[in-house]
């Protein structure tokens, strides 16, 4: 184990010399910018040089037959190399540390006579300029706001951030992300107690209403105080631009779930009952009441009284949860709130209120209920994946920007991978982001201590 010593200076004016705080705390703040790259660069420098002395000998007594802990990358040979070097030109790495450069030192082969930087083989670094970390922590920070405002906070704490850079991250690193939507990888997240399925108009493409992007999210559990409660979720299916048809090969996979959460969307009803046919189906509680109002309005119903209808299909739902209705119950007090619209000849609300009878109440079935007890109950409507679609729309539709479909799709990966704590995105940040096993001391100097 080898030690690396780096030195700082630093010139502080007296106390007594107008020194302010601010001058203090400016001080600090330089030298988080540059402090960390230029001992990054300093080490690096060191780790080399000694890494020559060990496979070529020293400098002015060179050494043949020396084994090296790489291999050349033109015939694989690992020992007997010659110094070739330092290159003129410094190479540039842009790091989560900053902006590092580094003076690389090559090596000749003596076999084949190939000529290359050890220290780029050994570090895994040819043919690269921006590091994986730097690549993740900005496209991190570019899945909660824009690209312009993510460059700018990664270069306020000296991290080599732009608004190209922050784009250029996240279209690297979508792609490994691989899990999401592959059910059939081994990473990929194998199924869920309740499935919610539900999706959000975004501006991409040339079309004047955007793309579709369907959602498969899965409930897994639920943490917290009684009163913060907190849901444990997973991404299970992610469609973007396409027809709610194609996320069945990515929810076949999975085990099938106690429940399936729907909106009441013809194609989403569909969808669950062609992959699930034995799982029942929960209608949600928020879309039932929308849905009834639009269906009052295509019938042309006077608006006081659809809004009254509207606020008593709420105040019925209510109740059946909190009078902690059985499922008959509920469905006698249903049946006669749907005979006072179909009363009044209102065919579209009527034959809504029908189809989604028997799936309204499906969170009140005993064995549902029963198996969704470790979870506090069953669902009873989309609001887990309302407030995630929220938050991809709150970053999307950032001052009216229309996406290409190819970029949306790249952000809405990495931010429901990053949200969701998806098992691709996990593994990818222990591999980048690994613990640091170097360990550091910082001292003091103390003069006439004692």
Known sequence: MSITTLALTAELPGLGESLTWSQLEAWAVAMREEL??????????DLQDRLIDQVCGRKWLPVRDLPAPFGCPGCG?????????RRTRLRRFDTAAGVVHVQLANVGCRSCGRVFAPLLLLLDLSGKRRTDRLMIELAELASQMSFARAGAIAAAFGVPGSPGRAHAAVADLAPMLDGIGCADLPQAPTGADVVILDGTGMRASSRRLGVNCNIALGVTGRTGSRRRRQAGTVLLGLTLAQPWTTMADQLRGLHPPTVVVVDGEVAITALAESVWPDVPI???WWHLPRALRWALYADKAPHPWANAKRGELVALLRGVAREHLSHPQALAAYDAFCATVTAEGHHAAGELLAGARDQVFTCLRP????RLAHLGGPELGSGVLERVMRELNARTDIGGSRWSVEGLRDLITVQLARMTNHPAWTTL???????NAIAFNITTAKFNAG
């Open 282 to 284: 929960q209608r949600c």
């Open 367 to 370: 064995e549902v209920r029963a």
């Open 429 to 435: 940040q222990q591999s980048i982001r690994p613990p």
């Open 77 to 85: 040979v690992m020992s007997d190399f010659a110094r070739k070097g």
């Open 36 to 45: 960390p790259a230029a001992a990054l660069a300093a080490a690096l420098e």
